[in-house]
């Protein structure tokens, strides 16, 4: 069997992939915190670790991987927009939650095997966080409980920056009752009116960090294969993660592989609010089928960073108008050079490659297993009514040698709402086909 080989970002470079036990794969994966819409930024590692889910059942069976993937349903954010909108936490929690997980299945991503809430690992918290004190690396003061950064002398290994470095990076928060400015709350205290639990430091609610490091412990042991998120999270949360989590259970490693997916540009800048580019997996719902976004997430390798454009929208449709007819009713085969792609640290543009090969030779079964274990569904475009489109080319073609181009682009515009693909041939008539979106009612309207 091929080694699976992953880019370990503690190790800053490819590893081969030998996990601590063949039977029980287990892997973690920082979740969203649940407060608003998921947005494109919370998609691309969602899908991006649900291949890697793929690729390991693939290798070691469907029931010996374990995958966790969390949700923070606690957090000031949440707080915050509970207050906002004059409504109850929990009520936020469990609407935005359902709404994650809408968006995520509806690009092809499987549910994990966990997918724990903060709010229900408390005590498992509070037990890690007395053992850090116990230990002599954590602290309280004023209520709060802080990790005492010094005394865990590899801190900034997983991210390898400075001392200085670190303090700009993490924006940490001057308070008085710090220590060093690099520690950070392990533990905090509620006013009245904001969630709490009872603990030995009075009532209140975790820190961010702590809750993955629990979570992590609980349900995948004090050593596990990998653990997963995207760049922005490597420091400080899983440095933080590290740091706590050994100190607590020095006799175990925490996670052997570090794993961290690209950030996510749009038309060639940061998304922002406030520049008016932020994509919420809803919107792109309302552009495209869920199996053309996640092909479109999936084009450019996970550790690169990721150009968010309509012509990277148009390829993934036009890729998927093409093998769709081709794989329909086949059965998935072997293909042995598209598994070896994934096995070489996910590399999807190789295994697209591949597949655009496949489909150009007319290997459709090998194809069809290529989509399978890439968890792209096969789009079901139905069929179209040629006679009208054909009409409208037609009219089409009469309105743009009239020079009335208004009609012509309605009539296209039309087409392309509806799914229909039109492809025009220079000094001959356009080509059509049924994408992966076609909607015949919308077609039908056009009549």
Known sequence: MTTIKLWNSAARGKVDFAPLDPSNVRMYVCGPTVYDRAHI?????????????????????????????????????????????????????????????????????????????????????????????????????????????????????????????????????????????????????????????ESPWGRGRPGWHIECSAMAAELLGETFDIHGGGADLLFPHHENEIAQSRCACPEGGFAKLWMHNGMINVDGRKMSKSLGNFLTVEDLRDQAPGEVLRLALLFTHYRGVLDWTEQRLSEARDALAKWGPLVEGVTPGEAPAVLEALMDDLNT???????????????????????????????????????????????????????????????????????????????????????????????????
């Open 41 to 197: 930024g919370n998609a691309r590692p969602a899908v991006v670790f649900d291949v890697l889910f793929r690729l390991l059942r693939h290798v070691y069976g469907e029931d010996h991987v374990t995958y966790v993937r969390n949700i923070t349903d606690i957090e000031d954010k949440i707080m915050d927009r509970a207050k906002e909108r004059g409504v109850s936490i929990a009520e936020i929690t469990a609407e935005t939650t359902r709404w994650y997980q809408e968006d995520m299945a509806a690009l092809g991503s499987l549910p994990p095997t966990h997918q724990p809430r903060a709010t229900q690992f408390v005590p498992q918290m509070v037990a890690m966080i007395e053992t850090l004190v116990a230990k002599g690396h954590a602290y309280e003061a004023q209520g709060h409980v802080l990790f005492e950064v010094a005394n865990y002398p590899e801190y900034g290994r997983l991210s390898g920056r400075s001392t200085d470095d670190m303090i700009a990076g993490a924006r940490v928060e001057v308070a008085p009752f710090k220590r060093d400015p690099m520690d950070f709350v392990l533990w905090k205290p509620s006013a009245p009116d904001q969630p709490g639990w």
């Open 349 to 447: 543009p190789a295994a697209f490659a591949e597949m655009h090969r496949l489909a150009r030779a007319g290997e459709v079964e090998a194809l069809a297993g290529a989509m399978a274990i890439m968890g792209i569904e096969a789009p079901h475009a139905g069929k179209a009514d040629g006679a009208l489109v054909e009409s409208l080319l037609a009219r089409r073609a009469e309105a743009r040698a009239a020079r009335d181009f208004a009609a012509a682009d309605m009539i296209r515009k039309g087409l392309d709402e509806a799914g229909i693909v039109v492809i025009d041939q220079k000094g001959g008539p356009s080509e059509w086909r049924p994408g992966p979106d076609f909607d015949p009612a919308k077609l039908e309207a056009l009549r």
